[in-house]
């Protein structure tokens, strides 16, 4: 790397260090690097080199070199009539030197001759001493050739005094710092004449001044790409293209990063948003299925009696009474019975004996049990009240009953610990993770796979029966109503059904699921008109003690009959009861609930 010694930038590389020459000091002045002469342009520079300087001739390593402390210095007149020879034959561009200028000159190389030698005395040291200099054969990485440098020991000595030859003014110690330097490479010489040589050889394509009518032209390579351009106002003009290109970029990827951020920010207060609402909805369906830890049957049964006292529903006398019961229940872990109305499937017997012209033809379960719900479990324990009205009529058929080793309807917190006791024996373990294994002082939904858990693990064979989709226009489910008709009527010959328009079954009602409900089949009707009709008891109904009455008709049984036009749900789901299950048969239904599968329909 290269450094200026006009203005002293350094980091520059020899092409850069062209640049920089030409286009920052080309009309500068400057100054003779073997004498004191300065303030001259660098035409005039040249001149006075080839003028003042050219007695001094370079030798090689082992020659010696003449002293200037012998009497043959050139005779000053000499010196001068050879630089008025000299002017006449200079270029065109040295002639047009003013008068005074040409003076200077003439005066700086004849007047103080010691200007000229004093590069040389400086390499004396003793008197009639031969002067030798070290050759440099590659200074700087550069060059190698005929210039020379100073060794780095002291080059004179200050014990002697050097002679005084009569044509040196200056002082000595002028004479100690005035050494030849190369203002290019910062090569020392050791004559005015090898600095001389070595600036024309090798920085001529710097200093070199193209002559008039001359083809050569000037060059500026650009420093930030590689094209080159013949003058320095077009090199200017590129390189600001350059910078503004530069700058244009700088704004493209701001505005580019400034868009990614606010797309970012934006999706990440839509993903918030998103977050909150799922979050708020999940909130939501716990509350629904009682998984917001708000208490269970107990708690909720002890809220809605004191908000019944508080509202002149309830005195307190009955509340502490009732309060009494629900403890005592709890404790033993059987219903109460306060919600069971009994009686309802012998009453439809008999009113479809004796009533109901449409009807071709009915099908009842077995003597069932309705339950509705209370203050404990209102909203969200309908799963539970269909287990018990189930429940209640295996109880009351002879080869269930003898099975079940006399259990009694147990009330819903002792519904929610039989299923824990099953999901700890190993019944359906995704169930129960859903869960979380717990049940007891929730206020949980429950739902067919709950049930049929529960049913298995107390050895009644079941089944699950998934209609996944409708199988009818509107979107109703006509083949659930062909699935319960045919398992009601199956087992049953002909002429059995012909003789009566009743038939008492002794099968089991159905648990039916749907989004957000359950209830409890008990029977179909089949029409004359060929349609069909679900008889249905439902939990949410507290009004079935209507049906008990002699006097009832067809407008009361619409509380529980639905046709084919009222079941429009997306899905149904049902668990239909069909014997007993072995101990075998019990573990082989407890290994394949780890993946509960269903009979999908269709």
Known sequence: MYTCDICGQGGLSEPDMRTHILIMHEENEYSCPMCNLSGISYNELMFHIETSHSEVKPVDDKKMMYSVDKEDVLDVSLQASRLTDLKHETTPELQEFGGDRMEKLQMSCCASPSNCERPFRQNIKQKGEPKRLIQSESVNGHFSGTVWRQPEQALFDNSKEPKNNGLCSASEESMKSDVPECPFCGLIGNAGEDLSEHVKNKHAE??????????????????????VFSSWQILQEHVELHLAESRADECVLADRQLAQKLQEDEELQRKAIETKRERDEFQKLQRQYGLDNGGGYKQQMMRNMERAVAQGQMNPADYHRRRAEVMETLAFGEDDGRTRTSGLIKMLNDYYQKNGAEIRHVFLCAETDHYHASLGDKGWGCGYRNFQMLLSSLLKMEGYKRDLHGIAIPCIPKIQSMIEEAWKDGFDPQGAAHFKNKLQGTRAWIGATEIYTLLTSLRIKCQIVDFHHSTGPSDTHPRLFEWMWQFYSSGRDAGLRLQSKVTWTSK?????????????????????????????????????????????????????RRFIGNMKHKQYQIVAVNGFLTVEEKNACKHASAVLTAEKIP
Do not use: W
């Open 206 to 227: 710097i200093v070199e001044t193209p002559q008039k009518g001359s083809k050569k032209q000037r060059l500026y390579p650009c420093p930030m790409c590689k094209l």
């Open 508 to 560: 089991p009602p159905i648990y039916l699921q749907h989004q957000g409900h359950s209830r409890t089949i008990i029977g179909i009707e089949e029409r004359k008109n060929g349609t069909l009709c679900l008889l249905i008891f439902d939990p949410g109904n507290q009004e079935m003690q209507k049906l008990l009455h002699r006097d009832i008709t067809a407008v009361n049984l619409k509380m529980i």
